[in-house]
């Protein structure tokens, strides 16, 4: 292959190393491990925000029946003008029930016993004032890691 003069100061371009096959292997090892360690990242920060979450939702919530109602009506009516008969409330992580779902998934009878925390709160809350209104609460596995019940979404619906 023969080199072109250089425009400048008529040096000839030296032409660019060729890294040897190992050099280049250990270059995408590299950045392979680059990705698994912002993966590992990002799932530690992940359950960081899980284990806020748990914690967040095992305390009761901090409102009266009037503003609970207050909300709830909001919720429906934003729903309803939106052509909705049904609204998700609330999505939780299984470890909320003390059987981490088990019921829930298999419609057992009594699988309400098994809720803490705020989802708890949230079904006595239907039962007290919104079941007697005609509507109806559905808690469900709405995921599957790794083929095991994950989280448990809470559905009100009107329809």
């Known amino acids: 292959m023969a080199r072109k003069p250089s425009t400048e100061n008529n040096k000839e371009e ?6 040897t096959a190992k050099a280049i292997l250990k270059q995408i090892a590299l950045k392979e491990a680059e990705k698994a360690s912002e993966f590992m990242r990002r799932q530690a920060e992940m359950e960081g ?3 806020e979450l748990i914690e967040q939702l095992s305390k009761p919530y901090d409102l009266s029946e009037q503003e609970a109602l207050r909300r709830a009506t909001a919720i429906i009516q934003r729903a309803a003008n939106n052509g909705l008969t049904e609204v998700q409330i609330l999505r939780f992580p ?3 029930c003390t059987d981490r ?6 419609l057992e009878p009594g699988w309400e016993s098994t809720l803490t925390g705020r989802p708890r709160e949230l079904y006595v809350f239907w039962s007290t004032h919104l079941r007697p209104k005609g509507y109806k609460l559905r808690f469900q596995i709405v995921d599957f890691p790794n083929g095991m019940p994950g989280d448990v979404g809470i559905t009100l619906s009107w329809g």
């Open 101 to 106: 779902g088990r019921a829930i998934n298999n």
């Open 49 to 51: 925000h899980k284990k």
């Open 94 to 96: 299984n470890k909320l």
């Open 14 to 19: 030296t032409p660019a190393e060729l890294p």
